[in-house]
Each structure stands twice: as C-alpha cells, then as structure tokens.
C-alpha cells in the first residue's frame, strides 16, 4: 500500500485529538437525542436542546454530523382528502338541463356558501 511500517504503527497507536473527541462526544449526543424523539428530531430541534444543555454547536454542524451519520428527522406530511377525477363513469347527463317532467329525477343544489381558497 506504499505505506511504511513505523508511520503505520504511529498511526494506530495515535491518541485521538481534542478535536475529534468532541466531535465523537457530540456524535453521541445527536445519536441519543435523534432516539429519544424516536427519530422525529432534526438538525434545528437538536441543535436548541444541545444548545440548552450548554454544548455550544450550530445548526450547520448538527446537519452536517448527522448527514455524515446518515440519520434525518421523518417528515410528516398532512393528510389529503384524495380527488375524485371526472371519468367515463361520471358523465354529465343533464347537459344543462335542470328541469324535469317528475319530481325527484333531476336534483340540483347551490354550493356557494362553501369557502374555497380562492380571492375571488
């Protein structure tokens, strides 16, 4: 591997650095945090709660550590009512033409007073 066998030994019996302690030590503690929310947190709500216990780090090495760790929040999304798509079964047989010869054939009903998003 081109590597010499004293830099290799140096390299294995190396102590890690202060540097790399604290990032292990805060790695730890995104990973118990992650858990405790039963992974619902992410890199915002972590990086208060360890900000709180007095671990001064950014929201931007929170994400970064715990992409590198490869864990994320689970995004919820909100429930949609599905859409019902106006097909060959639902064919408009009135045309238009809303009367009728008998009672109860042809219903009708005005559906205004429903809010819808629009400014209009």
């Given at each position: ?12 019996l ?8 604290k990032k292990?030590?805060?790695i ?18 972590i ?21 590198e ?5 689970q995004?919820?999304?909100?429930f ?41």
């Amino acid at each position: 591997m081109g590597v010499s066998k004293s830099g290799y030994y140096n390299w294995v019996l190396r102590k890690p650095s202060e540097q790399q302690k604290k990032k292990t030590q805060r790695i730890e503690t995104i990973q118990e945090l992650h858990d405790e929310s039963k992974q619902n947190y992410g890199a915002p709500k972590i990086t208060v709660l360890m900000n709180r216990n007095g671990d001064n780090i950014s929201e931007r090495t929170v994400r970064s550590y715990m992409k590198e760790m490869g864990i994320k929040a689970q995004w919820v999304t909100e429930f949609k009512h599905a859409q019902q798509s106006f097909n060959e079964e639902l064919k408009n047989i009135l045309k238009q033409q809303f009367t009728s010869d008998k009672p109860n054939v042809v219903w009708c009903t005005d559906i205004t007073y429903i809010w819808t998003c629009d400014d209009g």
